[in-house]
């Protein structure tokens, strides 16, 4: 489990600077000014705002809902071992 853990962590690290974009940073007008973006060059194959907005909100539920089942699921076999424990020591105290 930690490896895969490492290598999540590594690809989610990594996003930043996949998403920078080629040159450097957004270019800027000559006057110093930020200049709109061409939305008319995305033309009608891009991306919807509410589509990209519900993909981030499904990803980090996804991740959420993993995290909370793994910190269950380790719990309850910690649960499992204290009871073997518990046992074990009222074991050797009527036996001894």
């Known amino acids: 489990m930690k490896p895969f853990l490492a290598v999540l962590l590594l690809l989610l690290g990594s996003v930043p600077a996949l998403a920078q974009v080629p040159g ?41 809902l993993v995290f909370v089942a793994s910190v269950w699921l380790r719990s309850r076999r910690l649960h499992q071992d204290l009871a073997e424990l518990e046992a074990r020591i009222a074991r050797g105290q009527t036996e001894g």
């Open 24 to 64: 450097g940073a957004p270019a800027a007008a000559a006057n110093g000014e930020w200049k709109d973006a061409d939305l008319a060059a995305m033309g009608e194959g891009g991306y919807q705002s509410t589509t990209l907005v519900t993909a981030a909100y499904s990803f980090i539920w996804v991740m959420v």
